[in-house]
């Protein structure tokens, strides 16, 4: 056997040992044991290969891989803090060099907005280390009965038990049971174009801002803990805020003690543009979370920021905080974070948003806006919607936004549909040469799905 044929049959039982063994997240078993998995191979740069062939990543991954693949810098920070340090915590104030000046450049980041940072690994787990930081400040406080949580419809946060309740879709609840009641109460989104139809922008903020604050009054404020807010809404459909609506909601907040958490997850580290997209925005959260573009997702990184108004009240116990994970301070994933905003910073990843890729991504947009298949088409630094309206149903409108993506990746785009909605992170190293390409292979399968 030559070693190409070797190659190929070590893949082929990889795939079977793969449906045998592997149980994937968000995967029907009997679509992958009829299909087989998508086999990922390598990666360079925005481009990925899936199954064979080499397509532009047009996610970046899961949202995740802000700088692109295979960069020799990351890949060599985790290589020289594995070899130095390959483990080390927060536990009773134990620390390590790279996460103490992770600590720091991520306070330097959010110009102050945000003093002290707690780390854990993912996404879900920087959720619900918010919601016993937020339990915790209100507790500090004299106020333990602010228990409940405030979160939106469409919103993702998530998929441990108290992340996935804090998440507004339907389709991540029913087989569990969830939301766990009277834990989280859910307000409309800002989601202009299903749900704010007639209305104009200014009208259609000042009824989301009644809506949310007649909720604070109903439930009483002195029972409310927090408001979980992305900043733009990811995985339930790249809905942006019009203009008004995160100062309305913080103004809303501030005047009920309401804690605003700003879950920046898929938004922090230059999705839109400016680092964090509460900046991009101008609002001001009390707490934020990130994940995700932090480390590029090359090594699991995930981080609570605090502001003064929140580790003031922190700093008055006398008593440990009790909770932390074994992975609370890696040091590897601090040494990779630091390269991976280096990365962002010496290549000034985000003037390449402002100037390149935003304006290519809007231009191509506003094109695809005039399809008639297309009912909205929005984006914002690299992230970019098309919200179908073929079908005359929300199922039929869903299933050509499946059939879309299908023939995007045919024709070499990775996409990702969400219901009737067809998203695009797009990775902060793209060119504008790539987004255009990108925006012809979707005009291309949008006008092959018709068919
Ligand atoms: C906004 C937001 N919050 C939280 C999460 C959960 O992150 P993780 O999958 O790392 O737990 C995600 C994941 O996509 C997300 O988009």
Redesign the pocket.
């Known amino acids: 056997m030559n070693q190409i044929d070797a190659n190929a049959q070590i893949e082929s039982d990889c795939l079977i040992a793969d449906v045998k063994h592997h149980l994937h997240p968000v995967t029907n078993p009997q679509t992958l044991e009829k299909l087989g998995p998508i086999l990922a191979g390598d990666a360079e740069g925005v481009y990925v290969r899936l199954n064979g062939e080499k397509l532009i990543d047009g996610l970046s991954g ?2 995740c891989v802000n700088v692109g693949y295979g960069n020799e810098k990351l890949c060599r920070a985790a290589y020289t803090e594995m070899k130095r340090l390959s483990f080390s915590h927060g536990f009773v104030g134990q620390t390590s060099k790279t996460v103490a000046q992770l600590s720091e450049k991520l306070a330097k980041l959010t110009n102050y907005d945000f003093d002290k940072f707690f780390f854990a690994s ?6 619900e280390s918010a919601v016993k930081l937020a339990y915790y400040y209100w507790r500090l406080k004299g106020q333990p009965k602010r228990k409940v949580l405030l979160s939106r419809e469409y919103a ?5 038990v108290l ?1 996935t309740a804090l998440t507004g879709i339907e389709h991540y609840h029913f087989q569990f049971d969830l939301p766990l009641a009277n834990l989280v109460t859910r307000v409309e989104a800002p989601y202009a174009y299903r749900c704010g139809v007639g209305l104009t922008s200014t009208e259609y903020v000042r009824k989301l801002a009644e809506s949310l604050e007649e909720k604070i009054r109903e439930i009483g404020p002195e029972n409310v803990a927090a408001f979980f807010v ?1 900043p733009v809404q ?2 339930g459909g790249l809905i942006m805020p019009p203009r008004g609506y995160l100062q309305a909601v913080q103004e809303i907040c501030n005047r009920h003690g309401v804690l605003l958490i700003a ?1 920046e ?2 938004t922090g580290f230059g999705k839109t543009g400016s680092m964090f997209a509460y900046q991009h925005y101008q609002f001001k959260p009390d707490i934020i ?1 990130m ?2 573009g932090i480390t590029s997702s090359y090594y699991p990184l ?1 981080a609570v920021g605090l502001s003064q108004k929140v580790t003031d009240v922190l700093s008055t116990a006398n008593e440990e905080f009790v909770h932390g994970f074994t992975n609370s301070g890696h040091p590897v994933a601090a040494a990779v974070a630091l390269a991976n905003i280096e990365v962002i910073e010496e290549n000034r990843l985000l003037d390449n948003v402002k100037n390149a890729i935003e304006p290519a991504l809007r231009r191509g947009m506003e094109k695809l806006a005039k399809h008639p298949a297309v009912g909205e088409a929005r984006s914002i630094g690299v992230m970019a919607a098309l919200d179908f309206c073929h079908g005359n149903s929300l199922a039929e409108q869903t299933a050509f936004c499946e059939k879309v993506a299908l023939e995007a990746f045919a024709r070499g785009l990775v996409t990702r549909p969400m219901d009737p909605v067809l998203g695009l992170l797009f990775p902060l190293i793209s060119t504008a040469a790539e987004i255009d390409e990108s925006m012809t292979i979707l005009e291309s399968a949008i006008n092959a799905a018709m068919l």
């Open positions: 899961l949202g993912t996404g879900s787990d920087a959720n993702y946060h998530g998929n441990t992340a992305e990811g995985a879950d997850v898929v979370t994940a995700k995930s």
